[in-house]
């Protein structure tokens, strides 16, 4: 037996990506994302060796696809080195609770990305260094950090999360 | 293929708060990014197979569709997981779950069963068959709507007068059952033979096609 349908994929798969694609890029472009991950392993996907992970193949698309968004979204704004914070997530009821997806919005990238691919897509540190480049002792850290942050932000909602977004 | 994604033993937990704030989604959200990955993905060309599944009165039918036309109708006795699998094996694994471009051959079903309808105009695609079982197939569409004929007749037709059995297995694994009209060969005595969806469903059609 070969490979399942990718219609299986994405069904086992599109929440995960979904929820990455959300904390990396925020609720708006989450969505486009989604689409051109889908999109770019659909197209890919019979190349796929069998014994590949599948989550983490999805994975490493999304991260690219959240690049590819993130730099078109800056050569419409402002020149930048690093990534932007995210837009806020507010105003789309149900997708996430608005202060968390906010608060993640106000992280570092690489800690937004590492808390994305460790704690929602379940990658190993190890595959979380080799997409974001560092380390994995780095990526263990902005990991933690993250979470650590986050739950800060979550201890005084109003003061740490809500600052800083644009409402 | 490996479906668990890891390969830490120590599972990632976040706290219960980030959990649910970060891992909730919406009622629908999914099934709406669904349909518009499907639709920009038969945009570009990228789908092989596209599947729906229809109610009918032989139960739910499978009907999976290549650009070419309709490649396979499945009873639900086949096991549609099964026959979604063996489009993926034989085909490609480029399939997705897209109901439009099957709009027009569910529509003629629904008139089939509700006897509004007595021949199929849908482009078929004949490539799950091959050799002798191909022109048995070929044949079939011939035997009009409310007729029948023996496997002996069919064998004759399709040029080799004595491969009676093997249009019995034709028969039995004819790819687009109820559209390609396997239902219409029966044994040379009358009584109704085997029938892929099992004996009821061939006498169901062939009462309705009585009617």
């Not at chain 2, 003629?108 to 079982?133: I, M, N, P």
């Not at chain 2, 249009?167 to 044994?187: D, K, Q, T, Y």
Request: include cysteine.
């Amino acid at each position: 037996m070969g490979k399942p349908p990718f219609e299986k994929v994405v069904s086992a798969h599109g929440a995960v990506v979904l929820r990455v694609c959300r904390a990396v890029l925020g609720a708006h472009d989450a969505e486009d994302a989604w689409s051109e991950t889908f999109l770019s392993a659909l197209k890919a996907y019979p190349e796929l060796p069998d014994d590949a992970t599948v989550q983490a193949w999805l994975v490493t698309i999304a991260h690219r696809k959240a690049i590819d968004i993130l730099r078109a979204r800056q050569r419409q704004s402002l020149p930048m080195d690093e990534l932007p914070p995210r837009e806020s997530p507010l105003g789309i009821p149900g997708e996430g609770h608005p202060e968390v997806l906010d608060a993640v919005g106000q992280l570092p990238p690489k800690q937004r990305q590492a808390v994305a691919y460790h704690y929602l897509a379940g990658l190993p540190y190890k595959d979380v260094s080799a997409l974001l480049g560092v380390t994995p002792e780095a990526a263990r850290r902005a990991g933690a950090d993250g979470v650590k942050a986050l739950r800060a932000a979550l201890i005084q909602p109003r003061s740490a999360a809500s600052q800083g977004a644009d409402r | 293929m490996k479906d668990k994604p890891m390969s830490d033993n120590n599972v990632p937990v976040l706290p219960e708060g980030l959990r649910a704030g970060l891992e909730e989604i919406g009622a629908g959200t999914l099934e709406r990014l669904h349909a518009r990955l499907a639709a920009a993905a038969a945009n570009r060309h990228l789908v092989d197979v596209s599947y729906c599944t229809v109610d009918s009165p032989l139960g739910p039918l499978l009907l999976a569709a290549t650009e070419r036309g309709l490649v396979r109708v499945a009873f639900a006795s086949e096991g549609h997981d099964a026959v979604l699998q063996t489009l993926a094996d034989k085909l490609s694994p480029r399939i997705l779950e897209d109901p439009s471009p099957l709009d027009s051959v569910a529509r003629q079903l629904e008139e089939y069963f509700a006897g509004a309808r007595r021949r199929f105009d849908v482009a078929l695609d004949f490539s799950l068959s091959s050799g002798f079982r191909l022109s048995v197939l070929d044949h079939l569409p011939h035997i009009a709507y409310g007729s029948t004929e023996s496997y002996a007749q069919v064998a004759q037709a399709a040029g080799s007068p004595r491969a009676v059995r093997a249009v019995g297995s034709a028969c039995a694994s004819n790819p687009l059952p109820v559209v390609v009209p396997c239902h219409r060969v029966v044994r040379s005595d009358g009584s109704f033979g085997g029938y892929l969806g099992g004996a009821e469903a061939k006498r169901t059609l062939l009462a309705l096609e009585a009617a």
